[in-house]
């Protein structure tokens, strides 16, 4: 559905982008709060489950630690064993101790200590490894009880002894039992192969009364959480949906194989993000409708104001310049009417600037001599490409009056680009062809264009780089001044070498006192091609910045000396364009190329 009018175009552009824009804010919001509670219930969780396991492995610690000193060696006797076996008595939880350790094991600790260095080293027995049982009812002690037991075992590997520790299973879980996260949570202590110890929820197996229950029998979260604790002693889990639908916290003891589970309701745990889930989207939902009544409010007067300009714009585009739209808000439809009107006068301005300018480059245009000129053993050709309307660049082609066999060739580049050097160019082009057909060297006439420059440009501070060339065709020589200009580039097909044409000169309007002096070249050879351009030749760059080069220039210019003059500098124009690709031009450009018959 396309929109109509600017307040469909509103409707669907503005509001379905802020709705959806502000639902992904409620959405992130909601998925950052939830991640964030989620994270401290499970560093609480993990936090409630440690201290509970610290209670529990604190409480068997002191009975591990008494068995492991009854492991003998040299210096224990049978005083001390029995001293050893009623402070496990006397452990809190401990409802009695039960050990057959034989007369022989006992003896054997006296006399190694008898013997003293003919015994050293030698133990009798050592303890074995600890064994747990699963809490079970014991109706002589009228209690539920666990057993901590472990063996000797003598040198050769026999067991020779046992000593049990029956411990009260409730005394020993009794300040787990009182917390109140036990209470109002399902919670689990299991052992390592997945029994259930106690749970907050009564569990027996129907079929049989004596067997435990195992944990994770048909609950997915439970087997996540059971495949987790083989991975790692503590951590969380999250059951599926979104919340979750449960989540639960696991600890594993240090002194014990069993294992500490919390299981909580996902939407228990989520309570308050849920709440703010509903409170935002609500709230959302009451800001769209009102953001939607005011648009519809307000939205007329806008739109009024814009039609306006957009009536002016189209007799604008149509080419008329219609009275200036009035000016009645202060707000952004407001400075849209002032810059409308700004842009129309400007835009009138500018197209009153840009005939002004198509002149200019027509006249421009029509001071340059024709790019083709041919005498009897030498061909001209030159071309100026300007990056603007126009530019600073020329060269030009004067004939001296009275004798045909005589010409001069200049071609010059004023500093920058645009109105004012071509302005320049065309105070430098007057000056020049005014001077020479005044008669005089060349030197002559460099120097009183450069006099006459001066007064010009002195406070501008603007100069002209130049290269002037008077050449004798008959007797096949060139006279040349280089005014601060590159030199010209000379190839010789007969011997395949370039060689330029030097020589000292300052640019034009610099220093009215300067002096220049002639160069000589003379006895060209047939075939014998002669370059001169301004610095955008080979300054032209591509998108890379590279630039075109005085060698690609080279290789250009030998590779088609053998074509005309004209053909040689569309070659080279061509050569660089390519070369350029979509690169935009930066300077003017002007090539001029002789070639001697």
Not at 98 to 108: K, S
Not at 218 to 225: A, F, G, I, V
Not at 452 to 468: N, P, T
Request: hydrophobic share 40%; net charge negative; charged share 25%.
């Amino acid at each position: 559905m396309k929109p109509k009018n600017l307040q469909q175009r509103i409707a669907i552009f503005v509001l379905v982008p802020v709705f959806f824009i502000l639902a992904g804010m409620g959405w992130a919001s909601f998925l950052y709060a939830r991640n964030a509670i989620l994270k401290q219930w499970s560093e609480t969780a993990i936090a409630k489950l440690q201290k509970a396991s610290h209670m529990i492995d604190m409480r068997l610690s002191k009975t591990k630690d008494l068995l492991l000193m009854l492991e003998n060696d040299e210096s224990q006797s049978f005083i001390v064993q029995e001293f050893i076996i009623n402070q496990l008595k006397n452990l809190e939880g401990v409802v009695e101790v039960n050990y057959d350790i034989p007369v022989n094991f006992r003896n054997a600790a006296n006399n190694e200590r008898m013997h003293g260095a003919q015994m050293k080293g030698m133990h009798t027995a050592m303890a074995g490894k600890f064994r747990f049982s699963l809490p079970k009812y014991n109706a002589r002690l009228n209690s539920e009880t666990i057993s901590l037991s472990t063996d000797f075992i003598d040198k050769d590997g026999d067991e020779v002894g046992r000593i049990e520790v029956v411990i009260s299973f409730q005394d020993l879980i009794e300040q787990i039992s009182k917390a109140n996260w036990w209470k109002s949570h399902n919670a689990f202590i299991i052992d390592n192969e997945g029994n259930i110890l106690i749970s907050t929820q009564r569990i027996e197996d129907k079929n049989n009364a004596d067997q435990f229950v195992k944990f994770a029998q048909t609950d997915s979260l439970e087997k996540l959480t059971l495949d987790a604790l083989s991975q790692s002693p503590y951590g969380t889990v999250f059951g599926p949906g979104h919340p979750p639908k449960e989540i639960s916290g696991y600890y594993h003891l240090n002194e014990a194989p069993w294992s500490l589970v919390l299981i909580s309701p996902g939407k228990q745990v989520l309570k308050s993000i849920l709440n703010f889930r509903m409170f935002y989207f609500v709230i959302g939902f009451l800001s769209i409708l009102s953001v939607v009544l005011f648009i519809r409010i307000t939205i007329s007067g806008t739109t009024k104001a814009i039609k306006k300009v957009s009536e002016a714009a189209k007799s604008l585009a149509d080419g008329v310049f219609g009275e200036q739209l009035p000016v009645k808000y202060k707000d952004e439809v407001g400075e849209l009417t002032f810059n409308f009107n700004r842009m129309t006068r400007q835009l009138k301005e500018r197209i009153e600037l840009k005939e002004a300018m198509d002149l200019a480059k027509e006249v421009q245009q029509s001071l340059l001599p024709p790019t083709n000129i041919s005498y009897e053993n030498l061909e001209i050709s030159g071309r100026s490409v300007y990056c603007d309307e126009t530019g600073g660049d020329f060269f030009d082609i004067i004939e001296f009056p009275g004798d045909s066999q005589k010409i001069c060739v200049a071609v010059g580049d004023v500093v920058g680009h645009g109105v004012g050097a071509a302005l320049l160019m065309a105070t430098t082009r007057a000056l020049l062809r005014g001077r020479i057909t005044q008669g005089g060297s060349l030197s002559q006439v460099m120097t009183d264009v450069n006099r006459l420059l001066c007064l010009d440009s002195y406070e501008s501070g603007s100069f002209v780089s130049l290269f002037l060339f008077m050449i004798d065709i008959q007797k096949r020589e060139l006279r040349w001044i280089r005014a601060g200009h590159d030199p010209a580039m000379v190839y010789h097909p007969d011997k395949n070498s370039f060689m330029e044409l030097y020589g000292d000169g300052l640019v034009l309007g610099l220093d009215e006192d300067f002096r220049y002096t002639d160069n000589i070249y003379s006895n060209i050879q047939k075939g014998t091609v002669i370059l001169i351009g301004t610095d955008g030749v080979w300054e032209d760059e591509n998108k890379l910045g590279d630039r075109f080069g005085k060698k690609r220039l080279e290789n250009v210019l030998k590779l088609s000396s053998s074509l005309s003059s004209e053909e040689i500098v569309t070659r080279i124009i061509s050569d660089g364009e390519k070369f350029r690709g979509k690169a935009k031009q930066m300077d003017d450009i002007t090539l001029l190329v002789l070639k001697f018959l």
